[in-house]
Nanobody
Framework: QVQLIESGGGLVQAGGSLRLSCAAS????????MGWFRQAPGEEREFVAA??????????ADSAKGRFTISRVNALIKEYLYLQMNSLGPEDTAVYYC????????????????WGQGTQVTVSS
């Protein structure tokens, strides 16, 4: 059974930081590109960041560059994906989703093979 389970969301004041986690299992996710998306109320889901299998390459939306850092750790039967978010602002308020695909372009295009259920991030001003 494929599972991508996010955690780490919550309420934080503007200027603060959060670290999101995603635990992926049920596939050999070490071979997958993995990434983060977010969806704010009334908005479409948007790409935030992605990292290639093995972690050699990372990709960021302009809104995330310089503030967010994506990373991953392989722990045998699970793959862990992280998103360190710093200097958060109210515009970062959204549900954040973990995603995975064997093809980086498909993930970045918003059509990954797998999605998590999302974790809410709320930034107060």
């Amino acid at each position: 059974q494929v599972q991508l389970i996010e955690s780490g969301g919550g309420l934080v004041q503007a200027g603060g930081s959060l670290r999101l986690s995603c635990a992926a299992s049920g596939r050999t996710f070490s071979s997958y590109t993995m990434g983060w998306f977010r969806q704010a109320p009334g908005e479409e889901r948007e790409f935030v960041a992605a990292i290639s299998s093995g972690g050699r390459n990372s990709y960021y939306a302009d809104s995330a560059k310089g503030r967010f850092t994506i990373s991953r750790v392989n722990a045998l039967i699970k793959e862990y994906l992280y998103l360190q978010m710093n200097s958060l602002g109210p515009e970062d308020t959204a549900v954040y989703y973990c995603a995975a695909d064997t093809v980086t372009r498909e993930l970045r295009d918003g059509t990954p093979d797998y999605w998590g259920q999302g974790t809410q991030v709320t930034v107060s001003s």
